[in-house]
């Protein structure tokens, strides 16, 4: 099962179920060079192990060739799919 979930501001270590709290102390201190916008389509599986071909395939479209957000929402749910 693939479960899509929207990005928005990070969560606090404390908000998150204590097997991914590590991750969470970590991802605040990362820095992206073309961040992802509040909205962007995350996959995960169900597992909660983040689907990072299937994200990479989103953000090559939707952010560095500037495809549409209809455009885009189709390659998700393909992706999903």
């Avoid at 099962?1 to 606090?12: A, W």
């Avoid at 605040?28 to 169900?46: A, C, D, H, Q, V």
């Avoid at 060739?65 to 455009?71: G, P, V």
């Amino acid at each position: 099962m693939v479960e899509i979930l929207r990005k928005g501001s990070l969560p606090t270590p404390f908000e998150v179920p204590s097997e991914v709290r590590e991750a969470a102390a970590a991802a605040s201190s990362i820095t992206l060079r073309e961040p992802r916008p509040p909205g962007f389509p995350l996959l995960f599986t169900s597992e909660m192990e983040l689907i990072e071909p299937a994200v990479e395939y989103l953000h090559e479209h939707a952010i560095r060739r500037a495809h549409t957000f209809d455009t885009c929402n189709t390659y998700k749910e393909v992706l999903y799919d």
